[in-house]
T-cell receptor, first 114, second 108 residues
Framework: DTGVSQDPRHKITKRGQNVTFRCDPI?????LYWYRQTLGQGPEFLTY????????KSRLLSDRFSAERPKGSFSTLEIQRTEQGDSAMYLC????????????FGPGTRLTVL | GQNIDQPTEMTATEGAIVQINCTYQ??????LFWYQQHAGEAPTFLSY????GLEEKGRFSSFLSRSKGYSYLLLKELQMKDSASYLC?????????FGTGTRLKVLA
């Protein structure tokens, strides 16, 4: 296993368009997290899955954001009607519940909304 | 509310020791993590504390006091490659709360 992967690595879109990002976690990891990070800030929690169940979603997340993990493996994060304020790095992380819950991060998807 | 505080920037000299402090107030606590993040890269795990005391791992050590809501990361024998942001994060029931990170500059 080569670690957590994310696709695409970079996305430039126009305001009002929808975008979808994919995350493939480490194969035996049952927990998956999405974060958003802007320059000079730490990662901001967006949502958490244990297997296919979405157990927590940040109240900061507007209805324009949705995430899925249909078979408990890969996950997608969709942003509808993008706004310039959505420009950020979107990080995915995975962990295994029986370990110390150390999270392994993917390389991130950098979104630029014009 | 939930809050994590750490200094914004620190500077130290190659070969020296530096201590990065973190204080936290969170509604749940399942452990405290330190991550290293180089510019433009994803965070990588450094250490984990769930009980009070010191955890040592090579040049890096991390300390936790749950009663004081306080942790520190100690870096010894600093190297130029240690120049990075250091993120303190608290694990709650499901989610993690990250601090804004401490940007460490190591000078020759």
């Amino acid at each position: 296993d080569t670690g957590v992967s994310q696709d695409p690595r970079h996305k430039i879109t126009k305001r009002g368009q929808n975008v979808t990002f994919r995350c493939d976690p480490i194969s035996e990891h049952n927990r998956l997290y999405w974060y958003r990070q802007t320059l000079g800030q730490g990662p901001e929690f967006l949502t958490y899955f244990q297997n296919e169940a979405q157990l927590e979603k940040s109240r900061l997340l507007s209805d324009r954001f949705s995430a899925e993990r249909p078979k408990g493996s890969f996950s997608t994060l969709e942003i509808q009607r993008t706004e310039q304020g959505d420009s950020a790095m979107y990080l995915c992380a995975s962990s295994y519940s029986r370990a110390n819950n150390e999270q392994f991060f993917g390389p991130g998807t950098r979104l630029t909304v014009l | 509310g939930q809050n994590i505080d750490q200094p914004t920037e620190m500077t130290a000299t190659e070969g020296a020791i530096v201590q990065i402090n973190c204080t936290y107030q969170t509604s749940g606590f399942n452990g405290l993590f330190w991550y290293q993040q180089h510019a433009g890269e994803a965070p990588t795990f450094l250490s984990y504390n769930v009980l009070d005391g010191l955890e040592e791992k090579g040049r890096f050590s991390s300390f936790l006091s749950r009663s004081k809501g306080y942790s520190y990361l100690l870096l010894k024998e600093l190297q130029m490659k240690d120049s990075a942001s250091y993120l303190c994060a608290v694990s709650g029931t499901y989610k993690y709360i990250f601090g804004t990170g401490t940007r460490l500059k190591v000078l020759a």
